[in-house]
């Protein structure tokens, strides 16, 4: 391997996301390397220590986490078989390391999962996670992974071709279009105060957000830290707080049009246009880095979706890692792992499960940290900030009811129009206050000659989520509801509620939190959480061979594309500690992960080696 030292690579991709995580990261190791002026106490844990770091980064002729000689480890186990884990089992394959996957379901994919009615069309199905893939630079790891697996992919339609989706609020139906700002008085909404009111939805977001995202922008192409500084200022504030807090810290600068603080009815007023109920409840750092993630240079974005559903991603996958030509590569489904096992006196990782326990050299897991805890990790080697990460990170709530009908009726121009609707949707989203809250029409058939005839009549996430949840385990009910939004939303008659009736074959609920195997959709930062938690989720436990990977360990929450940088992150922290004469190779055919550098890797590595949360003595301590 050449004599490479870290600090010669570039810095992280070049977008405020990732240069925002960036820096959380920088900032965690700077206040690790100063010593703490508070008074030593002996038995203190965890505690701010200067440890050492450098030895990590010089290049050595020995592993620093060594491979066993003997066969006492197979060498990488990977928990979980969805998009995370079957693209760490391609990484490893790519860099001649065998893998096994321990998957709970007989399904892989995970939050891939596309569902196909039984006996029906080409074109019957529809996502019950991942569904749309914005074409931007930082989903182009996303875009790269289709092209590798010749996966085809379709135009989504992220507002309908022809104009006649809606917007149902207070039972009232509108027409969406792009010119007109939300203001109140267009759904007879009374009692909001008028200077608030009066500027529309998106004025008011906008005068809370872009302060901070122009800040981190500017942070990105300058490679400066004041915007991420600012935004860490106010990182222990939820949005919903800091729109409506008398606060002490209220800088002008930030309140362009004056209208702090927002009086709680505007605040709910906003959260009830701009996501979903409760979504106020999550960090303001966390609303700020989301209207970062479709674009922040103003362009036009082409959506995508995956022909024939998103699950053909982790189909294609499955049949490359089974093609020849790479070292060996096993999947075990329905095995649940029930355990996570460090041995320290041979110093490798088991994965249990109810047929025994296998130990390898290292352990990724991608499961959810819902699910990670509850297997037994009573000796997986996690320290304290570990396992508070675990506990504390909530998993956000959302459902899909996707129902077949005998037509696509909402296609029809003449349908829609006879029962009272505007007319023909081809494509697009459709949003109401009713339960149903987001309402898709497939985007994968429009212009086909056999177009789908399933609907997303409800898509639904955090509370709005857990009210379906609870609707679900009545037929009748959630039926009911469902039909009756759909008729509303439509702006239908009482003949067109009865022909949605008489429409329906077919209805398939599902709800995130019910599945035992996901126990949440994906990973909700609080106030705070981004600084204090990510750090110890972006660095290996069980000294340096346990690693945990997932759209969670990744600046990208909630999207396909932090899943593959977080198992790319993994894989090459275990390249880095284990396989160093593979490391070259592997940058030049992947590149580094986002928002990361060789340094800030392995000094992620060096902080579980050096035992600084440990709760026996540092290296050298007596």
Known sequence: MAQTTASSFPSAAGDPVNHYAQNVIKNFHRELETPSAAPQQSEARPRTLSFDADKYLRPAEQP???????NLAEQVGIIG???GGLYAALLLRDAGIPSDIYEASDRLGGRLFTYKFPQSREYDYFD???????????MKPVFDLFKRLDVKTLKYYFKDKLGNSTLFYNDIVKKRTDESKIVPKDFNITGLPDKWGSLGVEANMSNVIKPFKDGLIKDAKEHSEKGWELMMEYDRY????????????????????????????IVEWCETFDGSSTSFDRALTESVLDSLAFAYDDQPIDWHCIDGGSSRLADKLAEYLESPGGPWHRVYRNNSVTGIRYHKGLNIVGVANGRGTTYYTHVITTTTLPCLRAMDLSEAGLDYPQKNALRALYYSSATKIGVKFKTAWW?????????????????????TDNMSRMIVYPSYSAGSQTPSTVLIASYAWTGDALAWTGLMQSEDRMRRRLLDDLAEVHRFNANGRKFLEDQVESIYPYSWNNDPNTMGSYAFFGPGDFSDLYPHLTRPAAKGRLHFAGEVASARHAWVVGALEASKLAVHRIISSSYPEKLEEFEKKWGLPEAWTRESIMKQVAVTLEGVYADTPLQGEQ
Request: proline share 10%; glycine share 12%; no cysteine.
């Open 411 to 431: 296609q029809d121009d003449a349908v829609m129009k006879k029962y009272g609707g505007f007319g023909a949707i081809v494509g697009g989203q459709s949003y």
């Open 238 to 265: 939820s949005t919903r707080g800091y729109m409506s807090d008398r606060r002490s810290d209220y800088r002008p600068d930030l309140d362009e049009k004056k209208l702090m603080p927002y009086p709680v009815s």
């Open 64 to 70: 620093i986490i060594p491979v066993p000689s003997s």
């Open 128 to 138: 019950v996670g991942a569904m749309r893939f914005p074409d931007t630079p930082a």
């Open 81 to 83: 078989g969805g998009i």
